[in-house]
């Protein structure tokens, strides 16, 4: 039984460009991971908010949000990523307030990104044209854009701000309404950025948030509601198959940002203490909750010994603990229940018969909140869960090879594609390991340097679609050819 010890703030749903509370009055408690102290209520969705907020998106698309110029919807959209930087030190600490991530992190990495989403987007508007096709003397083909319709934007917790506005800033840019459904298990920041959009000039109905769960609440009636035109989902690819058999009754589009098993591949030839550095942050960062983390480490063989030991050394001296301290280097897992999962991996490598060369437990002094130490496990092979599953916290494990086709078997011996780094100063091998491994993103030399004109997200199970730059308009809107015999 917890209790309200630090009231932050209470979430209610934002419907027509209000904040109501459910029609049957059902909240849930918002649990502060670090502290495991319940920080607010949040309102309980389910079928009927879901409805009312689609019929406010639907009429929406034909109220002022249609009849705005180019010139005006660009202004709205840029005032939300001023507004978000406004409100950064407020969003930041909520953010971290809700995910137990540390503090420093939502300031320098996920608020900031939340407002250049809505920037970048906005300035994308001018640089899109239309695509004309001419045949001979025969006839003119030209292609417009129109928004898709409504749009259900559902997302997971562990950058609530930054994925939701990354979907957000393009939808609206393309002329959609939008009914967000934010992760359970953090839903203040979403609640803020409604705020944010209505104080920016965006019209009543465009933007619509309904808290709840899942299966069986506000995410599957969004899924199934016949007046959603498209889904653009982010989460697990568990969730993601259930999802689709949803969708298959209104046959919606679908946009899917899924999990990752993502490989490190590093070979001895590369820069080894900036490999080190990175593969820290590729690691730890965000607790290991971020779906880009790298959690295959492929060593070459001769390097291996000598990446280890660094490796290990700076592991160890990673602080963990409490959020706000600026010393914090890996803050609180999302809930009790991740941290029971992710710890369930730990015992399972040591069943598998892998060796922890640090970590794997509870910090010392930190016996209230759901923290775990970053930790690097040894000797396991291929097969072992532990190296297949997704685990989607503070642990990796360090594989030796000794041959790029060795390396790149078991890179791609997965069903899952999203990302991969590779490590080399050897030109040649970079663009040639780079091309062969089966994944929508792959870095080399570096790690989530990000241009978000490029094609972002996830091959094999690990999604459909791309996002970012023309690649998220080509999702967001619909495309009417127009040819004309001359
Ligand atoms: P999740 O799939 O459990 O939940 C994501 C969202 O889907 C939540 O809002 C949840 O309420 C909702 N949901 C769950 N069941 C649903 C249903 N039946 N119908 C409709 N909505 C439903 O994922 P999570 O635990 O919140 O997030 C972690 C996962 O997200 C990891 O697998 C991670 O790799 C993935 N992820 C992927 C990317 C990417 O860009 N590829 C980015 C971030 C996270
Ligand atoms: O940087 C991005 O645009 C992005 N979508 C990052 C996703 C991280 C996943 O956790």
Not at 319 to 324: H, I, S
Request: hydrophobic share 40%; charged share 25%; net charge negative.
């Amino acid at each position: 039984m917890r209790t309200i010890t630090t009231k932050v703030m209470d979430c209610l749903h934002f419907i027509d460009g209000a904040f109501v509370p459910s029609a049957n009055g059902r909240t849930f408690d918002n649990v502060n991971p670090a502290t495991e102290d319940v920080i607010g209520t949040v309102a309980e969705g389910g079928a009927a908010e879901i409805d009312l907020a689609v019929k406010a998106a639907k009429r929406a698309l034909n109220g002022p949000w249609k009849t705005m110029t180019a010139n005006e919807r660009i202004a709205v959209l840029r005032k939300v990523g001023d507004l978000i930087l406004e409100r950064k030190e407020e969003l930041a600490r909520l953010e971290s307030l809700d995910t137990g991530k540390p503090s420093w992190l939502s300031g320098t990495i996920d608020i900031p990104r939340a407002a250049y989403n809505f920037h970048f987007f906005s300035d994308y508007i001018r640089t899109m044209t239309a695509e004309t096709t001419q045949m001979d003397d025969v006839a003119l083909n030209y292609a417009i854009r129109r928004p898709v319709g409504v749009v259900g934007l559902i997302n997971p917790w562990n950058l609530p701000l930054l994925l939701l506005t990354w979907k957000l800033a393009p939808a609206l840019a393309a002329g959609n309404t939008v009914v967000m459904k934010p992760a359970e298990l953090t839903p203040m920041t979403a609640t803020v950025l409604a705020e944010i959009c209505r104080d920016a000039g965006v019209p009543d109905g465009v933007v619509n948030v309904v808290h709840g769960f899942g299966p069986n609440s506000a995410g599957s009636a969004l899924v199934e509601h016949p007046d959603v035109n498209a889904i653009s989902f982010t989460g697990e690819t568990t969730t993601g198959k259930i999802i689709m058999a949803s969708a298959a009754g209104t046959l919606k589009r679908l946009s899917y940002e899924l999990g990752g098993k993502n490989p490190n591949v590093i070979f001895a030839d590369s820069n080894l203490d900036e490999v080190i550095e990175t593969t820290l942050k590729s690691s730890f960062i965000n607790q290991g909750e971020v779906c880009l983390c790298g959690s295959r480490i492929y060593v070459e063989s001769s390097a291996y010994d000598e990446f280890l030991a660094k490796f290990v050394a700076r592991t160890k001296e990673l602080k963990v603990g409490d959020p706000f301290d600026a010393k914090t280097k890996v803050g609180a897992l999302i809930s009790e229940e991740h941290y029971e999962r992710v710890s369930g991996y730990i015992k399972l490598a040591q069943e598998e018969g892998g060796t922890i060369l640090t970590g794997g437990k509870r910090p010392e002094g930190l016996e209230r909140g759901y923290y775990l130490e970053p930790t690097i496990i040894v000797g396991l092979n291929r097969n072992c869960r532990v190296v297949k599953e997704e685990i989607f916290g503070p642990v990796v494990t360090v594989i030796p090879f000794d041959s790029e086709e060795e390396v790149l078997e078991q890179v791609n011996d997965t069903h899952y594609g999203l990302s991969a780094s590779v490590w080399t100063n050897d030109l040649r091998r970079a663009h040639r390991v780079a091309g062969r491994i089966e994944a929508g993103i792959v870095w080399v030399n570096t790690w989530f340097l990000r241009d978000l004109r490029t094609p972002f997200g996830g091959m094999k199970q690990s999604g459909i679609g791309r996002e970012g730059g023309v690649h998220s308009f080509e999702f967001y809107s619909e495309l009417t050819n127009i040819c004309i015999k001359l």
